[in-house]
């Protein structure tokens, strides 16, 4: 019988890898993930400020005693809007010394798995390195359970039906935007809650959908909470929360 060790493959030195470590529990890493971040000669992971890193902290339990790291903090995430000066010369300036510190451990040989929460290609940090490393270098991307995907089977919601249509909307966006897009659709992910809670709720009541929506914090981790948008009160979600609003096409 094949091991799993041969089924996942190994990392060939000078190359970049894109782990995507799925929603939050490690069992949801896809083989070719879980035997990369214990093949690679250097982890690197993105963390916000004075937190361990949510990726880092998905694959814990894979990590071998005194296997070399690199942490990359943020110096800004959702304290500043993303369309501010500020915090597109901050993360634009810190993006590049990022690229520059994995590059210089490409060009020494080193093979590097850089973790992304959920899937590389979706919303991910990720994607701010591969776009400026992969013209020089070679980069696998290993794909990932989406945080969507986690959270829409622990809140035991399936979400789209024959013809329904299905969009994914962060929370960023205007109030009369949202109410557009959600107005426009089937069923709908809304991601980057956090901050814009309040604006999502009265957003979502706005397009009617409000007794369909399901809150999501934090799926598939420890501290998971799943209610119904209805009864978020807070002003406030955590940063990993997202609403899910259910198609209700045909059920034969
Ligand atoms: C920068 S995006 C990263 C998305 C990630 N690459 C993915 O594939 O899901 C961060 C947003 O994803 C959503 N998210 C990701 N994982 C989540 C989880 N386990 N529970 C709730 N929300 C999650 C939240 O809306 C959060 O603000």
Redesign the pocket.
């Known amino acids: 019988m094949t091991s799993l060790d041969a089924l996942a493959g190994t990392a060939r030195g000078g190359t970049l890898y894109g782990i995507?470590v799925g929603?939050?529990d490690v069992r949801y890493l896809t083989l070719r993930a879980a035997g990369l971040v214990r093949a690679v000669d250097v982890v690197a992971f993105f963390a916000k400020r004075g937190l361990p890193g949510n990726a880092r902290r998905i694959v814990a339990p894979l990590m071998a005693e005194g296997q070399a790291e690199e942490r990359f903090e943020y110096p800004v995430t959702d304290e500043i809007p993303a369309e501010h000066p500020d915090y597109q010369q901050k993360i634009g300036a810190f993006y590049r010394e990022t690229a520059a510190t994995l590059a210089g451990l490409l060009r020494a040989g080193k093979s590097v798995g850089l973790l992304?929460?959920?899937?590389?290609f979706?919303?991910?940090?990720f994607m701010h390195m591969w776009r400026r490393l992969s013209p020089d270098f070679p980069v696998e991307v290993v794909p990932?359970v989406?945080?969507?995907s986690?959270?829409w089977t622990r809140a035991n919601v399936p979400m789209t039906w024959g013809n329904d249509t299905l969009a994914v909307l962060p929370?960023t966006l205007g109030e009369e935007q949202l109410v557009d897009r959600l107005r426009r659709t089937d069923a709908a992910v809304i991601?980057?809650?956090?901050r814009n809670l309040a604006k999502v709720r009265r957003a979502v009541e706005t397009a009617g959908l409000l007794s369909r929506a399901v809150y999501?914090?934090?799926?598939?981790?420890q501290d998971?909470r799943i209610l119904p948008l209805s009864e978020c009160a807070a002003p406030q979600g955590?940063?990993?929360?997202?609403v899910l609003i259910p198609g209700e096409g045909r059920q034969l």
């Open positions: 995507g929603p939050g992304a929460e959920g899937d590389p979706f919303y991910g940090s990932g989406t945080g969507m986690g959270c929370g991601m980057k809650v956090g999501v914090e934090r799926g598939t981790m998971e955590a940063y990993f929360a997202m």
